[in-house]
């Protein structure tokens, strides 16, 4: 944090003294884990960047999944949450299931995670995709209990155990798998900051 600091720092002092433009710079950095204090500083130094080569940090697959999830910990009426990740990792909710549980939380006027609590009211639900509706809200509900002692960092330590995150890419690359944990890890540090 504080090497992304000076570097930010560092730029917008030397454009301020007119002796550079803010596209005479750039970063190079090895691990992508290392592009989320390298943003919040540019951030904080208002220094305009793009990531050239990979997506932003919170742009990645894994982030926006993870903060998707700490949105519906939060707020348990954020349908647009709970779509993204109903089924990530793979829990046996397909696309039936999640069209009946929309079409009941319209009808009901309630949010989906709502509808999922009344699993066994909606017709043409069979036990097999109740199970893990119950199983998910359930997870939902402990997490957004475990929420109200203001610490981020530990939910989402106890998220990512309770869901077997990782094993979403146990098929992929180890160099991809190695980064992805990598960008997990660096959110956990961001929440614990």
């Given amino acids: 944090d504080e090497e992304a600091s000076r570097i930010a720092a560092e730029i917008a002092a030397r454009v301020a003294r007119g002796d550079r433009r803010f596209s005479d710079f750039a970063v190079f950095f090895r691990v992508n884990a290392l592009s ?15 990531v050239a080569a990979g997506l932003a940090f919170y ?10 999830y700490l ?35 319209s009808s009901s006027s309630s949010s ?5 609590g009344q699993a066994p009211q909606i017709s043409g639900l069979t036990a097999r995709s109740r199970r893990p509706l119950r199983r998910f809200v359930d997870l939902m509900a402990r997490l957004h209990e475990m929420s109200a002692g203001g ?15 990782f ?17 997990i890890h660096e959110l956990i540090s961001a929440a614990q900051e």
């Fill in 36 to 50: 989320r204090p390298l943003e919040a500083a540019m951030t904080r130094h208002r220094v305009p960047y793009q």
């Fill in 59 to 68: 742009g990645r697959t894994e982030i926006r999944d993870l903060i998707a």
């Fill in 71 to 105: 949105r519906l910990i939060e707020n348990p009426q954020d349908d647009a949450a709970l779509l993204r990740i109903i089924n990530r990792p793979a829990r046996g909710i397909g696309a039936k299931t999640v069209s009946l549980l929309a079409a009941h939380a």
């Fill in 112 to 116: 989906m995670l709502a509808a999922a």
């Fill in 151 to 165: 610490s981020v960092a530990p939910i989402l330590e106890r998220l990512i155990d309770e869901i077997d995150y």
């Fill in 167 to 183: 094993s979403i890419w146990r098929e992929g690359s180890d160099e991809i798998d190695t980064d992805r944990q990598a960008n």
